[in-house]
Nanobody
Framework: QVQLVESGGGLVQPGGSLRLSCAASGTIFSINTMGWYRQAPGKQREFVARIIGRSTNYVDSVKGRFTISRDNAKNTVYLQMDSLKPEDTAAYYC??????????????WGQGTQVTVSS
């Protein structure tokens, strides 16, 4: 059984910062890609950022403002969000591509953490 638990969401003023964390636990053989997605009310879930090894990718709207990083020893991925805008308001979901043994590999999702950017 694998669980992803997110933390760090909250209410912040425009221009402020938040740091999201997502820790994976359970029977883990290896973790491949880790990333973040978000879903605003009435919109589809969208990709935000991912990290594979030391390689990172971002959606254009967050480039230069968000930074994804990973602590492999802790099976944890982080999303540092700076210069936040009201349009960043959404539920943020952690995603991880995890192998639980040499032949079992699938995507897992966290429960989501709310980020609200408002004055």
């Amino acid at each position: 059984q694998v669980q992803l638990v997110e933390s760090g969401g909250g209410l912040v003023q425009p221009g402020g910062s938040l740091r999201l964390s997502c820790a994976a636990s359970g029977t883990i053989f290896s973790i491949n890609t880790m990333g973040w997605y978000r879903q605003a009310p009435g919109k589809q879930r969208e990709f935000v950022a991912r990290i594979i090894g030391r390689s990172t990718n971002y959606v254009d709207s967050v480039k230069g403002r968000f930074t994804i990083s990973r602590d492999n020893a802790k099976n944890t991925v982080y999303l540092q969000m700076d210069s936040l805008k009201p349009e960043d308001t959404a539920a943020y979901y952690c995603n991880a591509d995890i192998s639980t043994d040499w032949k079992s590999r699938r995507d897992y999702w966290g429960q989501g953490t709310q980020v609200t950017v408002s004055s």
